[in-house]
């Protein structure tokens, strides 16, 4: 995975609440076990006129004032199935960072495992920052890991993250590679041990 340290971009607003995992991938593309190409498909229903397959040009995503890799939605984001595809098609598209005042936990847990931050924020800060970037799209948020810290126009807010996700996040690992770091620590714990059985 990509190494995720500080993110400081423009944003992408997506003022709606209750965003399912099947608005954000519909089921019908769920036919790869690749992680590629599911970008294509984000919000395809939202993107895309469902009878002539015309953008649809009203939807965030078509509107080029819009750029970055950070989507700002309402609460309750990506609620419904347990489907990861969702996580996949988010990061295929090129988001690093999801804020909302509230994440799915299932959802949350995929994300973090495919290298795609969830950043819960304050409801007056997450409409602070919608009703900002809607208007003046060109500025930009800095999430920063390390700190657990969201900056936007001179407000900071914390965030939570689980100690290990923070450590996978920062270097770029999986739950395999994680384990592949502690490869020389588990060697030493394995003849040291080993030495205590002997004697």
């Not at 895309?48 to 950070?70: A, C, M, Q, R, W």
């Not at 969201?150 to 994680?178: A, H, P, Q, R, V």
């Amino acid at each position: 995975m990509q190494k995720l340290v500080i993110v400081k971009s423009r944003a992408i607003p997506l003022p709606a609440e209750n965003i399912d995992t099947d608005q954000i991938i519909p089921a019908r593309f769920l036919k790869s076990i690749d992680k590629s190409g599911f970008g294509d498909n984000l919000f395809r229903d939202w993107r895309y006129n469902v009878h002539t397959n015309e953008e649809n040009p009203d939807f965030v995503l078509n509107n080029t004032k819009y750029s970055g890799e950070i989507l700002v939605a309402e609460n309750n984001f990506g609620c419904g199935s347990s489907r990861e595809h969702a996580a996949w098609a988010l990061t295929d598209y090129g988001f690093k960072v999801v804020i909302s005042s509230f994440f799915a936990d299932i959802f949350k847990g995929n994300a973090l495992n495919n290298g795609l931050l969830p950043v819960k924020v304050s409801e007056d800060f997450l409409k602070e920052i919608l009703n900002d970037i809607t208007e003046n799209p060109e500025n930009e948020i800095t999430v920063d890991v390390e700190k657990q810290t969201i900056t936007f126009k001179n407000k900071t807010e914390n965030f939570e993250l689980d100690s290990y996700k923070k450590i996978c996040l920062i270097n770029g690992y999986d739950d395999i590679d994680f384990l592949i770091s502690k490869k020389q620590a588990i060697r030493e714990f394995e003849l040291k041990t080993q030495k205590v059985y002997e004697n």
